[in-house]
């Protein structure tokens, strides 16, 4: 059983027609896809799902794309957020199908520790022979092994997807380092364009400074030379052309320098835009790809990949040589069946795990440790489904918002919804 080793039965995803969906995006009524029912089971988690954003929270100001957007930057910000829509989804839909897994563990536990009477004694005793005879085997290998107790059982429960995870998780350490890298750049690219916006205005103020200085040294140029003609009789003819060229000069060069900066704003503010909007995706993959890494850690019981293709070698040839010296393999064989067949009985989803977990059936606080393990992952998971669920509302609450304000939009947003396939899901993130 890998990180998404089981599959969630599917449920029969509503249908939506688009027209229908545009006309009331506005409308919703109380919806929850993500089924917290289960979320006592044990007794021990009381996680409380994130608060969602609320309608008047989000405004479009968010999107970093100014108060005066072009259609073009519009269209740009609401295919990217469709865009993001999808894949927040597609993340959400792996880690509820975890999440049940998880939720399915407790389940069984809680079915254990109902049993009782014959069955009971009849449970303990093959779980004790299990347990002692995989101890005599780990007696008759002379030596002490390289690998922690709690990591030899983690890696026997997922000993068959071990391979499959140790690359998956090699490629998510290798993706988060190119996430920082991006973040890095994108940061940096981010401070330069307000930088440079600084410095246009900066640019912009001086040429309006130089406009009214200019105007007003002019007209003194003109009363002066004007009193100048009058009252001394001097002829200004000259001087008044030689003030008229120099006027037109000013005038060309206010002209052509306001039209500059007015272009390299707007320039600028696009790039911004643009910058804005990309750190905004890169910060949801860099959340996700870190929660994703912080949970694998957890269920493994490592700190990065190196330590758990560590473990996992030593696991390895730990087993190995419990295979070569293994001198009652048929009785354990044997055993494990039988204690399989009685946790069918009672409708278990998954007994193999505890033929690995033996002990655990003998020792209520080695029970205690795993039913804690598993309340840290699922709350681990709730808590970046929530987030999900939080950026999915936000982004389908901006394209609503839009949709009102530029009436226009309706077939750009018509087509994102149709091309990504979330019509429902923006449908279900607008209700509340």
């Not at 249908?15 to 917290?36: M, Q």
């Amino acid at each position: 059983m890998g990180l998404f080793g089981r599959k969630r039965s599917k449920k029969n995803k509503e249908v939506y027609n688009i027209e229908e969906v545009l006309r009331n995006i506005d409308k919703g009524i109380p919806i929850t896809e993500f089924d917290t029912s289960d979320d006592t089971a044990d007794g021990d988690d009381n996680t409380s799902a994130d608060e969602i954003y609320r309608s008047d929270a989000v405004k479009l100001d968010d999107t970093g794309l100014g108060k005066k957007p072009t259609m073009d930057d519009v269209r740009k910000y609401i295919d990217t957020a469709g865009s993001r829509i999808a894949m927040m989804h597609a993340q959400n839909d792996k880690l509820r199908g975890e999440y049940e897994s998880v939720t399915e563990y407790l389940k069984d536990i809680q079915m254990i520790e109902s049993i009782e009477g014959k069955e009971k004694t009849r449970l303990n005793s093959y779980a004790y022979d299990i347990v002692k005879k995989e101890e005599e085997n780990r007696k008759r290998l002379g030596y002490e092994p390289d690998i922690k107790d709690a990591h030899y059982k983690t890696m026997k429960l997922y000993e068959e997807s071990m391979n499959r995870e140790l690359i998956n998780m090699k490629k998510k350490e290798l993706y988060q380092a190119d996430i920082k890298n991006d973040l890095k750049y994108l940061e940096e690219e981010k401070e330069k364009l307000y930088d440079e916006q600084d410095e246009l205005l900066g640019k912009t103020m001086n040429i309006r400074g130089i406009s009214i200085g200019g105007g007003v040294l002019i007209v003194s140029l003109m009363i002066l030379f004007g009193v100048l003609w009058v009252v001394a009789g001097q002829d200004m003819t000259i001087p008044y052309i030689l003030l008229i060229f120099l006027s037109g000069l000013l005038i060309l060069y206010i002209f052509m320098g306001m039209r500059t900066s007015r272009y390299e704003i707007i320039l600028t503010d696009k790039k911004l835009s643009k910058c804005i909007n990309l750190l905004n995706s890169v910060k949801i993959k860099y959340v996700n790809n870190t929660a994703l890494l912080d949970y694998m850690c957890s269920k493994y019981k490592v700190s990065n990949s190196v330590e758990l293709e560590h473990v996992w070698q030593q696991y390895i040839k730990l087993r190995e040589n419990e295979e070569a010296l293994s001198a009652n393999a048929e009785d354990l064989v044997v055993l494990k069946k039988s204690l399989t067949d009685l946790l069918e009985k009672y409708g278990l989803k998954d007994t193999s795990i505890w033929v690995v977990q033996a002990k655990a059936l003998l020792d209520e606080k080695e029970m205690v440790e795993v039913r804690h393990s598993l309340n840290v992952r699922r709350q681990k998971l709730r808590k970046q489904i929530g987030y999900n669920d939080d950026q999915i509302r936000k982004d389908s609450l901006i394209i609503q918002k839009f949709l009102k304000k530029k009436p226009q939009l309706r077939e750009q947003i018509k087509d994102v919804m149709t091309r990504y396939g979330i019509e429902h899901i923006v449908i279900q993130a607008l209700r509340q």
